[in-house]
């Protein structure tokens, strides 16, 4: 499958201090049901050591998110079934054939094959107003309730585009994505990494954005961003003030990852007081703005630093980053 890039710098490979070396490395063990905020994991597929992140930098229409990543979901996802059906293939011939043996070439040819596996893929992107709906209320709403988010009116800047409503087969409810927010798709197979089920790897987003708002450099790059956030019972990431700064909602198919998260930087929050937030009454919105109003910062610092911040929590040494404007699927 071949995608048409418009491109906007050259690939940029990153080796990230603080992530130590995969040899040796020590092999922890999760259960399902509790995965504490600071265990890590390692990649056990050599095409895991490397995070591609496409950074896409002009704002562009949610759809068109949504399509580029349904595109590399589908890549992952046919692999996976291409490896799956090699493998019953052969398990098959073994049973029929007791005797059955394999040259050099062909187990080669077969090696080959089972070996091809995508990298961990990250996108990022800054969207158009929009109002997406998860899975658990994608039978309850009603279209005058989807007229009443499309037609909503921001108070900041009343003459922006109206927001669209989108329903999405991620989990969760009603989720804002807009101008001023960063959105992470992080395409992976969970496979891939030492013990990492799919409660892991939320914790492990969770902890990320963590990181990202203590951590990330500002001003002259020697200051912390320095914003203390926090876990809840609630899925999440939250100020100490108890406002929400960023929201997760994950899609798992056969292992294999996608949706993300969304970290609100400086969008409109008028957009977010609007409706019932998480589906809890008196939630309300805060952004990296509203918690340090004297420091400038943009969608694209935040999307470098979270890629950076996950990778750390993945193990994984290497950020492969591409800076994009659009990507062409029809080629």
Request: net charge positive; charged share 25%.
């Amino acid at each position: 499958m071949s995608f048409g890039l418009f491109c906007k710098t050259i690939l940029n490979r990153t080796e990230l201090k603080g992530v130590p070396k995969l040899r040796g490395v020590q092999s922890f063990s999760y259960a399902t049901d509790s995965c504490s905020a600071k265990r890590k994991t390692h990649p056990i597929d050599e095409s895991a050591k490397a995070i591609r992140h496409l950074q896409f930098t002009r704002r562009l229409p949610f759809e068109k998110g949504l399509e580029i990543q349904e595109q590399f979901s589908k890549a992952q996802l046919d692999i996976k079934e291409l490896h799956a059906k090699i493998r019953r293939r052969l398990a098959k011939l073994q049973e029929e054939n007791v005797n059955m043996t394999i040259n050099d070439s062909e187990r080669q040819i077969i090696d080959n094959i089972l070996s091809m596996k995508p990298n961990p893929i990250v996108l990022t992107f800054e969207f158009d107003p929009t109002y997406t709906g998860g899975k658990r209320i994608k039978k309850t709403m009603t279209p005058e309730q989807i007229a009443q988010f499309e037609s909503f009116v921001p108070s900041r800047d009343s003459s922006d585009a109206r927001p669209k409503f989108v329903q999405v087969e991620r989990g969760g409810q009603i989720t804002y994505h807009g101008p001023g927010q960063m959105v992470a798709y992080v395409i992976m197979d969970l496979k891939s990494f030492d013990n990492f089920p799919a409660r892991c790897f939320v914790s492990g987003l969770e902890d990320s954005v963590i990181s990202t708002l203590k951590n990330l450099k500002v001003g002259d790059g020697q200051q912390a961003l320095d914003i203390d956030a926090k876990l809840t019972e609630e899925t999440g990431v939250w100020t100490v003030d108890n406002k929400k700064i960023a929201s997760l909602g994950i899609h798992v198919r056969r292992s294999v990852t996608s949706h993300g998260v969304s970290i609100n930087v400086n969008p409109d929050l008028s957009y977010m007081t609007s409706f019932e937030m998480c589906g809890l009454p008196g939630v309300l919105p805060t952004s990296v703005e509203k918690q340090r109003p004297d420091v400038v910062l943009n969608v694209q610092d935040v999307a470098v630093k979270f890629v950076n911040e996950l990778a750390k929590t993945l193990g994984v040494s290497t950020v492969e980053r591409m800076q994009l404007d659009d990507m062409d699927l029809k080629a």
